[in-house]
């Protein structure tokens, strides 16, 4: 087969000493980026993008792979340890990595979550290998019904299962909904919310918003209840490695998160965000223990971790296969493959096949470079936790603010920042879930999108909405997530006779 | 010729006025990365870095929407009387400006120079029964909001095409069915899907997968054919619509006359340069230079051009 042939050539040249170097240095740094809270890929590529001039486009690219993977690896340690999620497709991974850490499994959470990556990773990148032109196809399929009808059925399961209160869980993602109506509106350029403010009329930054929440928010509790809380348990606790049981509740998760991650990050409005969001739904409602949900349930951490990874795999599919950027990133990638004078696309199979080849086979390779670096560091990253609180929080204050400015440097910004980390530290003290927040700002604007092209496409016609075969089992399952729970707890009631105050998750 | 502008930089560093020696630039793309105007931010840059014009590098913010005026505004609030800060824009601009009833315009800042061209084209589903303009423009008269066109910004370039070709058919262009992308990689989609009927975007988005096979471009917009493309201009197929996508370079509002001078220079060398032709070839780029005072009055012209046309087609009051 010819896949197999090239990815031999591939795996020749990715395996040469100089472009093993490249690699490392590419995950190396991704991880770091990762790690930060406010740098994304998408920047530290473009950055790089003039470093194209110096080294040879198979070197440079390899680097740029090793960056985006290594991204996704990073995001998930400050997630787990620290309840800081240094991206957005590193949020739900907090959820219950965080209190795994708190229970001293942080070691485990971190474990789960690389070998959750990797797997992904590498599943992803045989993905890339072998099926890449039939799931590029699928960035023709969806319309904007099908989008929306996602989008939807992303809404509706996440906000089903959010938080111990519907009603806290509701106000939380209505908030995120109006924090994402600001700015301009790109279909009519008229201004929404954005009381004159120039820098508002971008919208609101949705990573000041994901750093605020989480690690302003986070740094004020704490500094908050210090005084109050229990001297620090042993972060180590629960050993520096995953459990039988652990290995036995994860590899579903991974496989699971990897077939959500990886088609939905090939579509063009897709994204890391969103095959998270449905992971975490998946696994919270198939888990076997879901009274651990919400209090550091291992399938939570790894099947949203394996579909960021997943995900991350997917952006490169329409870009190799049809030289579509899909993504921030890919976008970059593309501007770095014309700086070679390269158009990717079916010929650039043919026409740098070394090159290409040796991009997937170096995607292999890192990804197993990722695993060996971030294995042992598991251990060593939950040593962290034994930094004295004071100056470890303090630590993060002033990372989450060099990172937000250092991105846009904007005072407004940095305003939002104090503002949003108040309402993170309110909500926290009265406990309203951060997540749906983020998940509302990230997703309202794109429903909003998506509903008004496909609107406009069905000249105001509602059935558009279920017009593709797609769209509408995706809305009848949306449908059925909100009336099922519903209809058993009245069928319960019902029997019981009597109101049942458990149910209400 | 090193020695010229090591001597020229000294001179500088040496006059107040000037930005400190080894000051990047500071470069606002109003677009997001991977588009036209990132495009057009970052490879002049490199071409001057490749040929010792200018080293100091630069740094580069992306901020796109609104047809650029988000970014626009941006330029302008953080970077008055820089001589070090320079911003790409284009046609799209000039338009997004009127259609957002933008606070700052163009006379805020200081027209530098015009670098390219890039001419649009209109384009089909290569199932589609619209096979020629003749057969759009039957179809739009049939049914108009029937037509879902698919294109960049609300009035931006794209826009404004549709527009005219609605205009010269008798339509009212205020009435098409518009629906607005954020990348061409997402309109090229929709319109090899089947989600809109009719996409227009620039050649250089287009023809790959025209070529490709996945869409069939009906119609280019410049004056005469495009080499490579089988399709009339819109004025052969009996529309005198003629748009094209261009752009250029401005520097901050009140930028001294020695920056202004500097960067023409700049320009003026980067664009003799064998790295700028390059860059020209590899992108698909057509060779628009336009400098200094030539440039502001085309802009002028410009401004005046869309500012009516966008009027008559009902895009602004």
Known sequence: MDAITGLMNGFSVALQPQNLFWAFVGTFMGTAIGVLPGIGPALTIALLLPVTVYIEPTAAFIMFAGILYGAMYGGSTTSILLNTPGESGAMMTALEGNKMARQGRGAAALC?????????????????????????????????????????????????????????GFIALFLGLSLGVVGIDKQTGLQRLTFGVPDLMDGVEMTVVLVSLFAIGETLYVA????????????????????????????????RGTLFGFPIGALPAGGAEIPTFLSYTVERSLTKHPEEFGHGAIEGVAGPEAANNAAAAGILVPLLTLGLPTSATAAILLAAFQNYGLQPGPLLFINSADLVWGLIASLYVGNLMLLVLNLPLAGLWVRLLFIPRPYLYAGILIFSLVGIWGVSNSWVDLAMMAGVGVLGYTMRVYDFPIAPVLIGLILGPMAEVQ????????????????????????????????????????????????????AGV | MIKAVFAAALAFSLSAAAPALADPAVVMAPGGAGGGYDAMARLPFEAMSKEGIFTDGATFTNKGGAG?????????????????????????????????????????????????NDTGVVAVATDSPIKTVDDLVNAMKENLGAVSIGGGSAGGVDHIVMALIAKESGLEPARLNYIPYDSGAEAVTALGGGAV????????????????????????TSEGRVEGIDAPSLKEAGLNVVVGNWRGIVGA????????????????????????????????WEDAYLAGDDFVAFLNDEKTRIGEILKEAGLTK
């Open chain 1, 112 to 168: 789960t979550a690389a070998i959750g990556s990797f797997v992904a990773g590498t599943i992803g990148t045989l993905g890339i290998t072998f099926l890449a032109p039939p799931i590029a196809e699928l960035a023709f399929i969806f319309k904007p019904q099908d989008y929306f009808a996602l989008m939807l059925l992303a809404f509706l399961s996440v906000s089903v299962v959010m938080g111990t209160s519907k009603v806290r």
């Open chain 1, 224 to 255: 908050s209840r210090f005084g109050f809380q229990k001297p620090n348990l042993n972060p180590l606790a629960g050993g520096i490695w995953m459990t039988k049981e652990d290995w036995k509740r994860s590899w579903k998760p991974w496989l």
């Open chain 1, 451 to 502: 509903m008004r092209r496909a609107l406009a496409v069905g000249q105001g016609d509602p059935m558009v909405f279920v017009s593709t075969p797609l769209s509408a089992v995706l809305v009848a399952v949306s449908a059925l997530i909100l009336i099922v729970p519903a209809l058993l707890q009245w069928r319960r009631t019902r029997k019981i006779d009597m109101p049942d105050e458990t």
């Open chain 2, 68 to 116: 650029g005026t988000i970014g626009l505004a941006e330029f302008i609030g953080a970077n008055r009387g820089n001589d070090n800060a320079v911003m790409s824009m284009g046609v799209i601009l000039v338009g997004g400006i009127l259609l957002n009833s933008s606070p700052v315009t163009l006379d805020d800042v200081t027209p530098l120079v015009r670098l390219t």
């Open chain 2, 197 to 220: 009927s009719v996409a227009v975007s620039g050649v250089s988005e287009f023809k790959p997968m025209a070529d490709a096979g996945r869409i069939r471009i009906i119609a280019v």
């Open chain 2, 253 to 284: 509002p009140d930028m001294s006359a020695e920056g202004r001078t500097m960067w023409l220079d700049r320009f003026a060398k980067m664009h003799d340069s064998a790295a700028w032709k390059d860059i020209l070839v590899k992108q698909g």
